[in-house]
């Protein structure tokens, strides 16, 4: 047996030290660590007698509760564990061997899925528990594939070893888990949930599965919740529902902003909304936690200070470290971070140089302080003038009514990349006002196209989906 901790043996000791204690905790139903470890060894059996083999990539498409105990079935045979992100086996990705899901997929082979239907549920219940945990080979075996944000591309596959779990989810759990009961709201498509919803079960603490809209801050005032993340997107929508509640919250003292920038505006109506301290991260899946600013204030693109045993730089593009202050692509590195891409050499190739991962992320660096001046893929190049979208952003936010804003290029009739934004408000906000408003702030860099619309395309992890954006425009699909 190898000396390092199997991934599976933590929720059998929170399961043998608290069976009754709730592991996981939804809108509807809670699941004792019993329960989670009972149904966890049946869907192993289920994996294994359906032909699943150590090594090979499970994708799972389910509820919570099935989902998060499929995960650890999946550690019990030493395979590998991942959500499928939505549109990844359609554009061609090919890391998955299985999928586990409640209906077919056309685009995945019939012979490698796992429907999880009520004969097989009904099989399930009645499967042996007795089958001996599979040992991973060592503590570098990938057990764990998060994916990336995918906002310009096909999501990719992050290898996560079961060193790089122990590094995220118990040695730097301090650094994203502040304070217990912890409630991480941006689901389970993201490697971040995951690592939450382990961290938790490592800890024999219950895992919060968050609902939707009025249902999450239900959720933070029942279990007392000390410590909420969530996206600015989801803070957004969260602050929408509590305006209309008299609910109080007087166990949050810390909300975490993650996934995407935070506008300033957004981050103190927070702060008069909650009593609670606000903390801005700036992660990747890739390369975890790098710098975390306190209080809503982004001046001059300050991302935050630097977490302590990661280094970032700026390069340029031949890869030379570039000096203090000077602006660059942001590298970060850190230990047991991932160097490459799961089956995806060209993507690495881009992405993983000497140590460092670069998230295309534009900047400079100031000693221990970070400054961020926009994705390299997402400048708007506009007959020269070049425009990060997030400054459109942030005039439109501060325009009164605006409940969203995203702004991107799109090629226009002329063949010419231009800048548009679409635009979430009631009625009462008038396009042409808010054009005139965007002119001051703005100059050369105003959109030449503004819509209202009724939603923003998003990925799972609340940021905007630019491309699909650029694709309505450039189509010329009408935007009501």
């Known amino acids: 047996m190898p000396a390092f901790t199997h991934p599976f043996d933590y929720l059998v000791a929170s399961a043998t030290r608290n069976p009754s204690g709730i592991a996981i905790s939804t809108v509807d139903v809670d699941m004792t660590f019993a329960e989670l470890l009972d149904t966890s060894l049946r869907f192993a059996a289920l994996l294994r007698e359906r032909g699943v083999m150590p090594g090979d990539v499970v994708g799972v498409r389910a509820p919570a509760l099935v989902e998060l105990s499929l995960a650890f079935a999946i550690f019990h045979e030493a395979a590998v564990g991942t959500n499928v992100p939505v549109g990844y086996l359609e554009a061609g990705g090919s890391a998955i061997d299985w999928v ?8 995945f082979p019939a012979e490698r899925q796992i429907i999880l239907d009520a004969a097989t549920m009904e099989r399930v219940a009645t499967l042996s528990l007795g089958n001996e945990m599979i040992p991973y080979p060592s503590d570098d075996a990938v057990c764990r594939l998060p994916f990336s944000s995918g906002t310009t ?3 990719k596959p992050v290898p996560l070893t079961i060193d790089t779990l122990v590094d995220r989810c118990i040695d730097r759990r301090g650094q994203w888990m502040p304070a217990q009961p912890y409630f991480c709201h941006l689901g389970l498509s993201t490697g971040l949930t995951f690592m939450t919803f382990y961290a938790h079960v490592i800890l024999g603490e219950t895992h919060i599965s968050p609902g939707e809209g009025a249902q999450v801050l239900e959720q933070v005032q029942r279990h007392n919740v ?4 969530a996206s600015p997107h989801q803070l957004s929508v969260l602050l929408t529902s509590v305006r209309a509640s008299t609910a109080t919250f ?19 109506q927070l702060m008069r909304r909650f009593d609670a301290q606000l903390v801005v991260t700036f992660a990747s899946t890739e390369a975890g936690s790098t710098a975390i600013r306190l209080g809503p204030d982004s001046t001059d693109g300050l991302a935050g200070q630097v977490i302590a045993g990661v280094e ?3 390069f340029d593009e031949a890869g030379v470290r570039l000096p203090d202050g000077v602006q660059g692509l942001i590298g970060v590195r850190r230990a047991r971070a991932p160097q490459s891409y799961f089956d995806e050499p060209e993507a690495t190739a881009r992405a993983f140089r000497e140590g460092y991962f670069f998230s295309g992320d534009l900047g400079h660096v100031e000693g221990d302080r ?8 997402e400048i708007i190049n506009a007959a020269g003038i070049k425009v990060d979208p997030a ?19 799109f090629v226009d009739s002329r063949g010419l990349e231009s800048i548009a934004l679409v635009f979430v408000s009631d009625a009462s906000v008038a396009v042409n006002d808010l054009m005139s408003h965007l002119r001051s702030r703005l100059g050369e860099s105003t959109p030449t196209r503004v819509a209202r619309v009724d939603s923003i395309p998003r990925n799972h992890m609340g940021k905007v989906n630019r491309d699909e954006l650029a694709r309505l425009f450039s189509s010329r699909v009408d935007i009501p």
Do not use: H, N
């Not at 586990?100 to 685009?107: F, G, H, I, K, M």
């Not at 459109?392 to 605006?402: H, I, M, N, Q």
């Open 100 to 107: 586990v899901s409640l209906a077919p997929l056309e685009t």
């Open 153 to 155: 591309g096909r999501p």
């Open 226 to 229: 000390a410590c909420l993340l």
């Open 250 to 268: 007087p166990a949050l003292k810390t909300i975490m902003s993650a996934g995407a920038a935070l506008p300033d505006f957004l981050g103190q």
């Open 312 to 314: 970032v730089a700026a």
């Open 370 to 377: 970070l400054y961020l001046a926009g994705r390299q893929s």
């Open 391 to 409: 400054r459109v952003e942030a005039a439109a936010y501060a325009f009164d009514g605006v409940r969203e804003a995203a702004a991107f290029g």
